[in-house]
T-cell receptor, first 111, second 110 residues
Framework: DGGITQSPKYLFRKEGQNVTLSCEQNLNHDAMYWYRQDPGQGLRLIYYSQIVNDFQKGDIAEGYSVSREKKESFPLTVTSAQKNPTAFYLCATIQGSTEAFFGQGTRLTVV | GESVGLHLPTLSVQEGDNSIINCAYSNSASDYFIWYKQESGKGPQFIID?????DKRQGQRVTVLLNKTVKHLSLQIAATQPGDSAVYFC?????????FGPGTSLSVIP
């Protein structure tokens, strides 16, 4: 069963805590993306990676960090420097000039 | 990414009418375009795609039109149903890079 798995589906963070969102894919795609989506808004690019051990900042990278140690995995850490982290986070993969495949998202809430 | 934190434009359509959702894309070199549908609380899902060497493609109840001259993409949904209520995104891709449009929220009035 190929696809992208994001976990957890729901995540609660206390003020000042770092949390890590998981994104795993078995599609053998090179490129992986992280997006943030706020209610009633579009997708904003946080980070992307086009190859293992390399990643680039997107439009709203401040307060976030990523790693790409394996092709299959692209975890996103929301750090305490991100002052308004409550949002819906989406991971996507793409290979060449084809469609992007999305995970089902992680809803992060600060409590 | 294209989105800048603005609220999505909304399109309201009567059930049974046709819907047209428009999108302007930015990169003349993009060679592949996709429309996605996102239901509340879920990830976007593929609806239909079109390559840059085409100007029209039809699916089941959906048609995508591509006008490369003005860098414009549209999605037409025939006989819109309540289940079509969702946010629709266009995307352009080229060599592992994907850029999403800002999205349009479609609301179907029963």
């Amino acid at each position: 069963d190929g696809g992208i798995t994001q976990s957890p589906k729901y995540l609660f963070r206390k003020e000042g805590q770092n949390v890590t969102l998981s994104c795993e894919q078995n599609l053998n795609h090179d490129a992986m993306y992280w997006y943030r989506q706020d209610p009633g808004q579009g997708l904003r690019l946080i980070y992307y990676s086009q190859i293992v051990n390399d990643f680039q900042k997107g439009d709203i990278a401040e307060g976030y960090s990523v790693s790409r140690e394996k092709k299959e995995s692209f975890p996103l850490t929301v750090t305490s420097a991100q002052k308004n982290p409550t949002a819906f986070y989406l991971c996507a993969t793409i290979q060449g000039s084809t469609e992007a495949f999305f995970g089902q998202g992680t809803r992060l809430t600060v409590v | 990414g294209e989105s800048v934190g603005l609220h999505l434009p909304t399109l309201s359509v009567q059930e049974g009418d046709n819907s047209i959702i428009n999108c302007a894309y930015s990169n003349s070199a993009s060679d592949y375009f996709i429309w996605y549908k996102q239901e509340s609380g879920k990830g976007p899902q593929f609806i239909i795609d079109i390559r840059s060497n085409m100007d029209k493609r039809q699916g089941q109840r959906v048609t995508v039109l591509l006008n490369k001259t003005v860098k414009h993409l549209s999605l037409q949904i025939a006989a819109t149903q309540p289940g079509d209520s969702a946010v629709y995104f266009c995307a352009e891709t080229s060599y592992d890079k994907v850029i999403f449009g800002p999205g349009t929220s479609l609301s179907v009035i029963p």
